[in-house]
């Protein structure tokens, strides 16, 4: 079950998605935060944010949207408190960072590079109520800030694929990660039903428009690390990525729901490949 994710060594293909695991610790009881691949935290931004207007969460069929507003204590606090404390629960760590311009991310990006245990940056280029600074050019930041051993993964939406793909593995990116939660308005009869109006859509709502992403992501970039997400509630949701071509998967929306889906979720994957030794 391990996996080379961009060089960096994991110990299975099974990932937390980002955003999905609070913290990291709160989710240590159900499954050990060590047996996933990685874990991947929220989006890490230079200061502090509260976060959204409330309501932040709610359901729709077959998924859910969500509008946190990016809530956090900032890059400063996050290498201080959190980042130590995930590192000592024995998880690879993925930070996701996120910013208003590429200089923005570029800060974010220098920072962590003075702090111990990441062992991958991930993009997010692709926040669903946010107009997204050219990615080109915050991938070439992030690149030139981060460390020569640490690889650089763009985070996507399904929009533009392939060419904001491209744009960002030619600025530095070294591998993918399809598909952010999808911009979304979900009403009530009365108006709109998240506080912040627009949310990002996740779940098996999304689950053939990630599976599109990936595939043709592998399409076109065949030697490209590609983490897959978009509704994985299952060990055959997993197999059906790795089958479309994903390196590794990352798993969210499946976590808020049950926080135990993830040691279930490898479970499954393990026994589907012991059945099928050719499965993916
Ligand atoms: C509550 C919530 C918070 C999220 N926060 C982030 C985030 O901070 N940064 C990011 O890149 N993606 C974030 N995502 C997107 C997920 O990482 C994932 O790509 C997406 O939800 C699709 O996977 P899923 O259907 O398994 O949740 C968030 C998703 C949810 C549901």
Redesign the pocket.
Known sequence: MTVDLAGIPLSHEVLV????AGTGPDLQPYTPLADFGAV?T??ITLAPRPGGPLPR?VESPSG?V?A?G?PGPGVEEFALRELPDLCATGATVIV?V?GETPAEYAKVAQRLRQADGVAAV?V?L??PSGAAPDPAAVVHQVRRNTAAGVPVLA?LGPEALLATARACLGAGADGLSL???IPAVPMTTTGPALGAVVG?L??PA?TPIALRAVWQARQAFPDVPIVG????LTGPDAARFLAAGATAV?????L?HDPSAGRRIMTELADLSATDPGAP
């Open positions: 998605a980002s955003g999905c991947v929220r989006s969460l859910l969500n946190l990016l996701s996120w991930e997010n692709s926040h985070k598909v952010n939660a990002g996740s779940g999304i997400s978009g509704g994985i990352a798993v969210g929306t499946a808020l």
